[in-house]
């Protein structure tokens, strides 16, 4: 037993060793296994056909024919050197043959291939091309589609440094059917001129370079951007607009992009949209009905008849639009003075549903004055606002906080020691002392006694925020502790019986829907944020600065306000008649939120730009969406 296994173990050894010589080992070993099933096979379909020669001779003549048919090695007979003749040039033939097929299976693959790892060049007109792949890629891409809906041919190409299919398939997950939208993914880092050459920046209409999800990435957008300008050689190129996340970069990022470029700061717009936030519950609803697609948004339009008309004038002068402000000189001025008069060369900033859907119709005449109240200011008072969690953007709440707080306002900062120290914290509100106090207490705020601690109940509103993501950390782990410090205000809420003002900041949006929060309540994606705002602007290049000043800590904001401040409560009216009254104040109405729908989906009560002969009965506790002064 043990030399038969010796033999056979030599035996395989010896056959491993024969292959291993190289191709002509192999191939002889083919045609011996061939031959060693042909052969006794054409000699059995030779012995059973009653046709077959008689003599064995002419059996052995036709079994070498057979033989040679199947495998194409001539099959001639007669002398010696003529049948080797035969498959000579047998075997020439299979040669070239088996190379021009093997050449041409070489060079499709290389073109699949190519056409997989998206190398071909984007020969369409007027799209939008987005750089980089992070958490706002989704969001960009269906906020284009859905503004590409009215179009007959658009297109989105996308340029990243991941595989062409995995691309695809990832974003049609995501972001759904495109519709007539078409989809080119490309692959290749953004910050190869060549490659970035692929998506034909110079014919595109805008080009958006996303923010990474690591903030010390922010050099690669800048050098996305230089890589962008070197592609583009000496033409002027489209509008660009690109994000990053450290204030330190977007001066580089600016010079890059050039004169036609837009640079946003994410982490500033994200901040400023929590403090807005944590100071006018709600309206975080109100900004993502008005930088998505889905709804109304802002449009330019003008029309000759408004000439020499006040600004005032205007706000009641379209039926299904709202008007906000005007262009002039290329520079936006949100809620000017009702007195303002319209020059030829104005543009108006409406609100409205398309760009098209801005037509005049006078609605002055719906105005019933006996039901508005008269105008009493709202005296400033101190605020107590909570944070719960410590990351890069809280330095920046706190700041834009402590600018315009009264006297005797406090910040109280929970959070681990391994994400700030007190010191970090007080130096953080130093500049606004005395009328502002910033405390810090080390704690795990997932923790129920550590939040038991705090008399939450005392605050005007408490801020979530999740940890920044460590090195190999995925970006949306930090929502975990999230959610659990949720649900751990949710229990303190049903012991103290109040409901507390929650303002929350999440990085995947798919967690919205997991938050134990109320519905209606404040849930910010910061990527999602920055996704619609690059979309906007790259459909209208002077949005940007309308952002900026609805962002900003001076200037026009949007402010939710009591609607008793402007129409008597119980009583029908229409919504222009709310329009007139806010113009009394120096304000623009945009629209309202209804309390009784504060907690349904999907609006949560909210309305932009209703028309302005809608007419309802107003509560005391209905609020008004307006762009004033703050």
């Known amino acids: 037993m043990e030399r038969r296994a010796s033999l056979t173990g030599r035996a395989r050894y010896w056959f491993d060793t024969t292959l291993a010589r190289g191709t002509s080992a192999l191939v002889g070993w083919l045609a011996l296994g061939c031959l060693v099933v042909v052969f006794p096979a054409s000699a059995v379909l ?41 498959v000579l040039l047998a075997l020439v033939a299979l040669v070239y043959v088996s190379t021009l097929v093997g050449l041409i299976t070489t060079g499709l693959t290389e073109r699949l291939t190519a056409l997989r790892r998206g190398r071909s060049t984007v020969v369409e007109q007027g799209h939008s091309v987005v750089l980089g792949w992070s958490e706002q890629v989704f969001t960009v891409v269906g906020e284009l589609v859905a503004a590409n809906a009215n179009q007959r041919y658009g297109a989105v190409a996308v340029l990243a440094d991941r595989n062409k299919t995995t691309m695809e398939e990832t974003l049609g997950s995501k972001v759904g059917a495109t519709g007539r939208t078409r989809l080119i993914c490309r692959s290749g880092p953004p910050t190869d001129p060549a490659l970035l050459a692929l998506t034909n920046p110079g014919a595109a209409s805008a ?5 990474h999800d690591d903030p010390s990435a922010d050099p690669e957008v ?12 000496e033409a002027e190129g489209p509008p660009v607009v690109a994000a990053v ?46 930088l998505d697609f889905a709804g109304d948004e802002f449009y330019l339009t003008f029309d000759p008849a408004l000439t020499s008309r006040s600004f005032g004038d205007t706000l009641l002068a379209y039926a299904t639009s709202s008007v906000v402000g005007l262009l002039r000189d290329g520079k936006p001025l949100l809620n000017p003075s009702p007195q303002t008069l319209i020059s030829p060369g104005d543009r108006l900033i409406v609100i409205t549903r398309d760009d098209d859907t801005a037509r005049l119709s006078d609605c002055s005449g719906l105005v019933d004055e006996s039901v508005m109240t008269s105008w009493q200011p709202e005296s400033p008072r101190p605020e ?18 402590g600018r315009n707080a009264v006297h005797g306002s406090v910040i109280a900062v929970v959070a681990d020691r391994k994400e700030v120290t007190a010191e970090q914290v007080r130096d953080a509100g130093t500049a606004f002392a005395p009328r502002l106090t910033v405390t810090f207490r080390p704690g795990d705020v997932t923790r129920p006694e550590t939040l038991r601690c705090l008399e939450i109940d005392s605050y005007d509103s408490v801020v979530v925020l999740g940890p920044d993501p460590l090195p190999g950390q995925q970006p949306d782990e930090a929502d975990n502790r999230t959610l659990v410090t949720l649900l751990v205000l949710q229990l303190l809420e049903q012991e103290t019986g109040r409901e507390l003002p929650v303002v929350t900041e999440m990085t995947d949006d798919r967690n919205r829907t997991l938050a134990p929060v109320s519905p209606g ?14 979309a906007q602007i790259s459909q209208n290049r002077h949005l940007a600065a309308v952002f900026e000043e609805l962002f900003s800590l001076t200037g026009s904001q949007v402010h939710l306000r009591p609607a008793a401040s402007y129409v008597l409560p119980g009583f029908e009216t229409s919504f222009a008649t709310v329009v007139a009254a806010a113009r009394q104040r120096g304000e623009c109405a945009i629209g309202y939120r209804r309390h009784d729908r504060a907690t349904a989906v999907p609006d949560h009560g909210v309305r932009i730009n209703p028309d302005k002969g809608e007419r309802r009965r107003w509560t005391d506790r209905d609020e008004v969406i307006v762009i004033a002064q703050d």
């Open 207 to 211: 080009v958006l370079v996303l923010p």
């Open 222 to 233: 800048v050098k996305t951007l230089l890589a962008l300008r070197s592609a583009l050689g």
């Open 384 to 401: 107590r606002i909570l944070i719960l969690g410590w990351n890069r953007r809280a330095s920046l709440m706190v700041d834009q906080l």
């Open 245 to 290: 996340r450290d204030d330190r970069y977007r001066l580089a990022a600016a010079l890059a992009a050039g004169t036609h470029g837009t640079v946003l700061e994410s982490d500033a717009i994200t901040a400023r949209l929590i403090v807005q936030s944590a100071r006018r519950p709600g309206l975080s609803l109100v900004y993502r009905d008005l």
């Open 521 to 534: 309540a404040d849930v910010i994606i910061s990527g999602k944020l920055i996704g619609l705002l690059m």
């Open 46 to 86: 030779v012995w059973t056909d009653p046709h077959a020669p008689e003599s064995r001779s002419g059996r052995m003549v036709a079994i070498w024919r057979l033989t040679g048919e199947t495998l194409r090695l001539g099959g001639a007979t007669g002398p010696l050197l003529r049948v080797l003749l035969s």
